[in-house]
């Protein structure tokens, strides 16, 4: 195996914890251990490497391969190590005249249905099996090799064998493959998707995925974990057979979901060859999902826009420009605005998808160099109410526990989330832990895959009508309460009496039971009744939760219940438990760290506090506004009100983003300066006046957080395709503006950030670097590491306090101009507005949103599987093709929002949260019927974009695609 590859030591077995150790001696060598530690492991404690095929430390031991044999003194036979558990007082012996026979022997066998192709193979360098036969002296094979005679005759093999490529990512060579089972347990043991076995019997075994299918036909997931896995070229990445194996690599992290996944970068100079998850990764821990693992190949897609450009009016043609007349263009047309209609008149927003330097320096950029508040971000449209929510409960605004946590959970509840789709690889550790005997509830209007998969099920699944969350978690409530099951004293420890007090009498009202609001939510009492006793009791019972909780009219006051209900029932601050927010995209939970909000400095501290304005105006050299600035939808309304002319977006795609998209598109198109700064010609900078070049996060270097408050490093694997990062961009749009900054690296942003920062006040790139990752907060309070568990001690604001969840039915009722309700959500192969994804093979999975509707609905209305159906809100129209499904319940329909052209927020509105303004999403009153044609807005859609295309492909000197 090529050097650099080895750099990760494989122990064979995964560790065992235990009190109790156990000491043997191994080659002569004395070794102690924890109580149940294989004999392969143990070797390793002591500096010698069992040979091994069927074996890795990330999987259960198999015990099949037979190369791992060893002798024990006292013993008869030679027991595979990988399955013997070492015993105290054991010597053991792994190296012997007899254990080098039998190992030759068995390779031996391998070898004989294996073709001899290894200069030409592409696992060549990367090839356990060949590193086994080199290991245990392999020179010969009795038995002839692919079929080759031997005195006469021929043996049976395999080495012809089809081979599937029908996976856009990777091949199966069943030629190659010695069944050693590995692909098959990294399938159910790491993935749990079980979509492999082992068909045939004897000679005849192969791997299969499902029923002898292809893999692009089965139920894989193309996780990887079975790529990963395979120590032969079985299973390769179809970039390694065509680039060859890497040279060198570079650790990073993951731009698509809130997991935060831990990547090794394997590289040929600058090209990427495959991206390998991290064993090292704290978040992902080795494993990975299909977008992280294999859909990086945007980040060099022909759609890439690599030179600034310019234009007057959005029906101009672009410019093509240097980047000192695009960042001089974008000054002038800021500071005209700002002299006619005040500072306030412009705003930015911020990316979740930038790095935590690259958010600060937007918001910076903002409040310093604009003189205005007016900074928001994506937060706004997703997990605001969290923010807001959790702060008045815990004091913080972020989730409690590590990932790693749910190993210990006994009752796990999944509230308006769909992991599996969202968060694979934090699903894929959740389901394990439900296999191990864990018990499930899910609270969400559809049947998601957690509610019935392989060895899974749902012990409650609550399948509450769209809009009635509340009521639901206030009947919860209600239950913890009148049967006594409330922790009382957690409660009179750590939590505020008074407030407790009133929150109990509340919830206790007969109004408040679940058979009083069985009727509006749609769940039966004693369903509702028995999951909440199951969380009560728990002992250790951990709540998740996603966008199905906060993108509600009553967003904030349901994550105002889910903190009621973990404080009553003393599920907060042990490990095990708490409330954990999944956030959506890489790096929201950094960009409201950061200071993205309106109303919020760095570190969740609110501009009109005086104190803390004066430290950032004294490290920043400029005066800044005590007043909160406007949110996102306020910017909207503004400029239709004319008093709000000028945008700078960094890496967001607001037009298709955001609720009411033709709300949105009249507000970008009432103002006089849009700059944009992005990868790719998003639906937002279509609308833009000044098209800045973003970088990937392969070409950047800096931090992300995840949804654990995780901050781990972005490593740079290759230049800026355009020449500038992200953050420099900013830093020379801020010196255009007036307002000179001076950093010549990220690092030294991050400096600037704990210096100014409490929380992040002991965060370091050589720390980041020396531990892996860290927590926030992290600084001389904490650990080293920082914080991994969340209000172990007490809570954050000193006693957690609990507020009345008054339940008050959404705006959006069904009507019967409007009598189905959509709700939105997301799909595992692509990702958010699929930017990214959709420029990727992604597409083969899920190349267009499709309309979810259960089929009584779709009877009644005359629609078939595949048919085109409108469907209408009070806001717009569109239309997608119809999916029969009986994952909705009747009245309810469901589709995802990755492709543009759909149009799914044409028909989302503008309801939105209380308390923060976020949007709605998952509740809209709609009709569905059948169609023969596009809608009205997706005609002039298509217009608008086929034009918008031009005008790029002329700056380019080349024709439009489509055109």
Same mark, same amino acid.
């Given at each position: ?503 109990? $009498?509340?919830?206790?009202?007969? &109004?408040? %039971? !679940? #058979? ?9 009492? *004693?369903? @509702? ?87 950032? $105006?004294?490290?920043?050299?400029? &005066?800044? %506004? !005590? #007043? ?9 309304? *503004?400029? @239709? ?323």
């Amino acid at each position: 195996m090529l050097p650099h590859l080895k750099s990760e030591t494989d122990f064979g077995t995964p560790a065992r914890t235990s009190d109790r150790t156990v000491t043997l001696s191994i080659d002569g060598q004395a070794v102690t251990v924890p109580e149940g530690t294989s004999l392969m492991r143990a070797a390793v404690d002591a500096g010698v490497r069992v040979p091994k095929l069927c074996a890795t430390d990330s999987l259960e031991p198999f015990g099949s391969c037979r190369l791992c044999l060893v002798e024990i003194e006292g013993r008869k036979g030679y027991p595979a190590s990988c399955t013997t558990p070492a015993e105290a007082g054991m010597v053991v012996h792994t190296q012997t005249p007899k254990l080098q026979q039998l190992r030759k022997g068995v390779m031996e066998l391998y070898i004989s249905d294996h073709p001899l192709d290894c200069l030409t193979c592409s696992a060549n360098g990367d090839c356990e099996l060949q590193d086994m036969a080199g290991v245990t002296g392999l020179r010969n094979v009795r038995y002839g090799v692919a079929g080759a005679e031997v005195d006469g005759v021929a043996g049976a093999h395999h080495c012809d064998a089809k081979k599937d490529e029908s996976n856009p990512y990777f091949t199966y060579d069943p030629g190659k493959c010695i069944v050693c089972n590995r692909c098959v347990r990294a399938c159910e043991e790491t993935q749990g998707t079980f979509a492999l076995t082992i068909s045939g019997r004897g000679f005849e075994s192969r791997v299969s995925p499902g029923q002898d299918q292809a893999f692009m036909d089965s139920e894989c997931v193309s996780c990887g974990a079975c790529v990963q896995a395979c120590p032969t070229a079985t299973l390769q990445e179809k970039s390694v057979i065509e680039l060859g194996q890497a040279e060198h690599s570079v650790v990073t992290t993951c731009a698509y979901c809130g997991v935060g996944c831990g990547f090794k970068a394997e590289m040929k100079g600058n090209t990427v060859v495959r991206m390998v998850p991290w064993k090292d990764g704290q978040a992902n821990e080795g494993h990975s999902c299909v977008k992280g693992r294999f859909a990086w190949g945007y980040a060099t897609h022909k759609d890439r826009i690599t030179r600034p450009m310019i234009r007057e009016r959005i029906t101009d043609p672009w410019r093509e420009v240097g980047w000192d007349e695009a960042f001089a263009f974008a000054a002038d047309r800021f500071k005209a605005i700002q002299a006619r209609h005040g500072r306030d008149a412009v705003g930015g927003i911020t990316s979740s998808r930038c790095t935590n330097e690259e958010t600060y320096l937007v918001q910076k950029l903002v409040r310093a160099a604009f003189g205005t508040n007016n900074v928001d971000t994506c937060a706004r449209v997703c997990h605001s109410p969290t923010g807001y929510g959790l702060g008045q409960t815990f004091g913080t605004s972020a989730g409690t526990q590590t990932f790693k946590s749910v190993e210990q959970a006994d009752v796990i509840l999944v509230i308006g989330a769909n992991p599996t789709d969202a968060h694979p690889v934090f699903a894929s550790r959740m389901k394990k832990r439900l296999r191990q005997g864990a018990k499930l509830v899910v609270i969400d209007p559809r049947r998601i895959e957690l509610v019935d998969s392989p060895h899974i099920r749902a012990h409650h699944h609550l399948a509450l009508r769209p809009g009635t969350n509340v009521a639901v978690i206030t009947a919860m409530a209600h239950v913890v309460v009148t049967e006594g099951l409330v922790d009382e004293a957690y409660v009179a420890e750590r939590c505020d009496t008074r407030s407790f007090n009133e929150w109990r $009498e509340f919830v206790a009202r007969p &109004e408040h %039971s !679940p #058979e009083a609001f069985e009727a509006e939510t749609g769940v039966p009492a *004693a369903e @509702l009744r028995a999951a909440a006793r199951l969380y009560a009791q728990g002992p250790n019972s951990a709540i998740y939760y996603g966008l199905g909780v906060t993108e509600h009219a009553q967003g904030s006051t349901m994550v105002i219940g889910i903190a009621n209900l973990a404080m009553a029932c003393g599920m907060v601050g042990r490990e095990g438990v708490g409330v954990n927010p999944l956030r959506g995209q890489n790096n929201v939970q950094g960009s409201c760290d950061m200071g993205s909000f309106p109303h919020e400095l760095p570190g969740y501290r609110h501009i009109s506090d005086t104190t803390v304005r004066a430290q950032f $105006e004294a490290a920043w050299g400029v &005066e800044l %506004s !005590p #007043e909160p600035g406007l949110r996102i939808p306020n910017m909207f309304d *503004a400029a @239709l009100a004319g008093s709000f002319k000028g945008l700078y977006c960094q890496g967001e795609d607001i037009v298709q983003s955001d609720p009411n998209t033709q709300h949105v598109a009249a507000a970008l198109s009432a103002m006089e300066c849009i700059v944009v700064q992005d990868i790719f010609l998003n639906e937002t900078a279509k609308y833009a006046h000044v098209l800045l070049p973003g970088s990937s996060f392969l070409e950047k270097d800096g931090t992300f957080t995840n949804a654990e408050r995780r901050i781990s490093r972005v490593r740079q694997v290759m230049p800026p395709l355009a020449g500038l990062a992200d953050w420099e961009v900013t830093v020379r749009l801020a010196n255009a503006l007036g307002y000179p900054m001076h950093y010549r690296h990220p690092e030294q942003i991050m400096q600037e950030i704990a210096a100014l920062t409490p929380s992040f006040a002991g965060v370091s790139y050589a720390k980041i670097d020396r531990l892996g990752s860290v927590q926030w907060p992290c600084n001389a309070d904490t650990d080293e590491a920082g914080t991994a568990l969340m209000h172990a001690d007490g809570f954050v604001r000193g006693k957690g306090r609990f507020f009345n969840t008054r339940y008050v039915p959404s705006d959006e009722k069904v009507t019967r101009r409007f009598p189905l309700l959509l709700t939105t959500g997301r799909i595992l192969s692509q990702y958010n507005v699929g930017a990214q994804t959709r420029r990727t093979p992604n597409s083969r999975w899920h190349d267009e949103d499709r309309l979810e509707i259960h089929p009584h609905d779709a009877q009644e209305r005359g629609i078939a599987d595949g048919d085109w159906v409108g469907i209408g809100s009070r806001a717009g129209q569109t239309v997608l093709r119809a999916e029969i499904s009986e994952r909705m319940q009747p009245g309810v329909v469901y589709t995802t929002f990755h492709f543009p052209e759909s149009g799914a927020n044409v028909i989302t509105t503008d309801s939105s949260d209380w308390a923060t303004n976020c949007p709605e999403y998952k509740v809209t009153a709609v009709q569905v019927s059948k169609v023969m044609q596009p809608s009205a807005w997706q005609m002039a859609y298509a217009d608008f974009n086929r034009e918008q295309l031009d005008l790029l492909a002329r700056a380019h000197g080349t024709e439009a695609v489509g055109t």
